[in-house]
């Protein structure tokens, strides 16, 4: 027999756990009924901003990062077409600035940054729906060049521009 404790226990933990809905333990909210997901690929369009240069496979690179946050941090399964939640875009910049410099006046620090620009769809909720930029940079000593240094910074870029994405597109951050 059970007693009225154990009964009123029973009762909150089945409440509480039917009230965490269609969260995951990542702090997705995943829409009812929603079971897949598409990235189409990110064009590259960097080149064509004043400033900006084109970096060859910046766009697959970036779309398969995409990819890969969304299959670890969800259950949903990406599809090529028609998925229940659709990320399609373009990089809009790829630039290196000087950030700092030294008391002769050359530059101590350089600065790449990335942008895209993101246009999110969901169409299991229409009203999440959005489209927005997001941008992120590495710093490196100036001393050094873009390309001894460009694994480790598009490694960091991607994970903090995929990231964002993520949270403002699922986890409402």
């Not at 993101?118 to 169409?123: K, L």
């Amino acid at each position: 027999m059970i007693s009225s404790f154990n009964k009123i226990f029973i009762f909150i933990i089945i409440i509480a756990i039917n009230s965490c809905g269609n969260y995951s333990f990542t702090g997705a909210s995943i829409p009812e009924g929603t079971e897949t997901f598409q990235v189409n690929l990110f064009s590259n369009n960097s080149g064509n901003n004043v400033g900006s240069i084109y970096e060859p496979g910046l766009d697959r690179d970036f779309t398969i990062a995409l990819q890969n946050i969304l299959e670890n941090q969800t259950n949903l399964q990406l599809i090529q077409s028609n998925g229940d939640l659709l990320y399609e875009g373009e990089i809009i910049e790829y630039r290196v600035s000087p950030m700092t410099s030294t008391a002769d006046l050359n530059a101590a620090q350089n600065r790449l940054t990335i942008s895209v620009n993101v246009i999110y769809t969901n169409f299991k909720k229409e009203e999440d729906s959005f489209e927005r930029r997001f941008s992120f940079f590495f710093d490196y000593p100036a001393e050094q060049q873009l390309v001894s240094v460009k694994s480790e910074a598009h490694e960091i870029i991607f994970e903090r521009l995929t990231q964002d994405i993520f949270n403002a597109s699922l986890a409402k951050w």
